[in-house]
């Protein structure tokens, strides 16, 4: 039986402002992306997302980003080296203690928006990645775009590198993620995504939107939860994925 497992973003509310559903989002896949405080998330969502992990037996990850609240994570900056180190940690650290005060615990990491974008193919931001890691907990899973700049040097570094496709973003020919700017660039329709993520975890397949069938190999696939319908996304993508056979769970 095939195994995949199903990540997604979550404790991305910040003070008065709510955004998505993150107890049924946790309950809807096997991995929980927490963001960190940076580019979303405040201690109080934090916490509140590492309790309904824990009660639903989901695994905790880190989702560290560029310091930008306003900019939801998505811009990218331009951080000096020791600094992006420091503030990884920082955001690691950080949930690793709501996670324990919670009942469970930190089990891997997965940097967010421009930070994993960034790093994907720049080799000075993705070793400062590597260097906070390493810092912090060289046994630590690392969640990478496969083929990139980051997964090449987590593995000569001897981290953990853990291959992430999207159920709901197009890719373009080369296997990189169509940019968010561009029309289609996420995907809405239901049927789409989950015939999309049955042959991505059954057959290693991509079709691009060009129409090109790519090769991807994936450990891990990811719902984001600030897509539009995002818990029935996610709970429709686990039903197709257990009617054809994939069994759902943590590489964590």
Partial sequence: MATIDLNADVGE????????????????????????GFHAGDA???????????????????????RDLSGFGRRALDVEPAELT?????QIGALQSLA???????RYVKPH????????????QAQAVVDALCAVDPNLPLVVLPGSVMEQLAAQSGLRTIAEAFADRAYNPDGSLVSRSLPGAVLTDL???T??????????????????????????????????????????????????????????
């Fill in 13 to 36: 509310s910040f003070g008065r402002w709510s955004l998505g559903d993150d107890a049924a989002m946790i309950g809807a896949v096997s991995s929980a992306n927490v963001a960190c």
């Fill in 44 to 66: 109080s969502t934090m916490y509140a997302a590492c309790l309904a992990a824990a009660q639903a037996g989901t695994a905790v990850g880190a989702h560290p980003g560029y």
């Fill in 86 to 90: 420091g503030e990884v940690i920082y």
């Fill in 100 to 106: 324990r005060a919670a009942g469970t615990e930190v």
């Fill in 113 to 124: 928006g421009a930070l994993y974008n960034r790093i994907a193919a720049d080799p000075v």
């Fill in 191 to 193: 049927a789409e995504i």
């Fill in 195 to 252: 015939d999309h993520v049955l042959r991505l975890a059954i057959d290693g397949k991509i079709q691009a939107l060009d129409g090109t069938v790519i090769d991807v190999a994936a450990d891990s696939i990811c719902v984001h939860g600030d897509t539009p319908g995002a818990v029935a996304m996610g709970q429709s993508v686990r039903s197709a994925l257990e009617a054809g056979g994939v069994r759902i769970a943590s590489f964590a």
